[in-house]
């Protein structure tokens, strides 16, 4: 099964691509080899510049006490485990705490370093880190991966708190839609929005070998699925075949 997520709105979007760049992060900084540590830097780069839109931050915070006052709504229903509510909660404040006493936006203190943003300033040039270009870089490259590593979880470290806000938050958010089958025939599927009810994200999950790609529209009162299917040239196509998925809304 091959899982998609769609956000309904902006804040979100920014929330899914700093996730995504701290998952590849997470997946380069452990190997040794120096191209992946060079990819590591580079992905840090790209969290520094999705992260520094002014709002990121206050939106998390945000989100995270929506979450927490959500919740405590729910103390007191027997249905509820209180244990495991106080747990959630616990993990939300600890979560707000620790990106409320983080100062500046994600990175920013590593503005500072003129030798990563020498090396900042030329990534995005084709070839640009060459030795003969950044020596220093290329001497950095040639130590022991062990010492790599530990400069880049020294680098990382001021962002860890946005990693740990942004991954609770999103699982919160991801665990509040009920994901339920349904069909789309002829590859089109629309569904109307309850009125009053906003959502935050758009879950699927669709048997891959379909071979079929959606290609997803949302609004506050439709949400739409066209399924496509690729030729032998790679485009894609609208795809006639009825697709069964599972979909759930997340609030």
Known sequence: ?????????????TML??????????????????????????????????????????????ELERC????T????NPS???QSLDAVIARLDHAYEGLNQSSGKAGQALTANEWLM??????????????FDLPAYYAWQQQDGSRRRSDLLNWTGSMMPLAEALSLLLSLIRDSGVPHKVAA??????QSLPTGRSFNLLRLRVDGDLGVV???????????????????????RPSQQDVAFELALCS
Request: aromatic share 8%.
């Open 118 to 131: 020498s090396i900042r300033s030329r990534v995005s040039i084709p070839g640009g880190t060459c030795e």
């Open 214 to 236: 959606p290609e997803i529209t949302v609004h506050r009162l439709l949400v739409s699925v066209r399924w496509l299917k690729q030729d032998q040239e790679g485009r894609l």
């Open 73 to 76: 709504g729910f103390r007191g």
């Open 17 to 62: 691509r700093v996730e995504h760049l701290f998952d590849r992060l997470a997946q380069l900084m452990p190997r040794d080899a120096a191209v992946d540590h060079h990819f590591a830097l580079v992905t840090l780069f790209e969290i520094m510049d999705v992260a520094s839109r002014a709002d990121l931050k206050s939106d998390v915070l945000k």
């Open 185 to 190: 025939p002829g590859g089109h599927f629309q």
């Open 68 to 71: 927490r006052i959500g919740l």
């Open 80 to 82: 509820i485990s209180e």
């Open 1 to 13: 099964m091959v899982r998609y997520e769609y956000p309904f709105n902006e804040s979100i979007r």
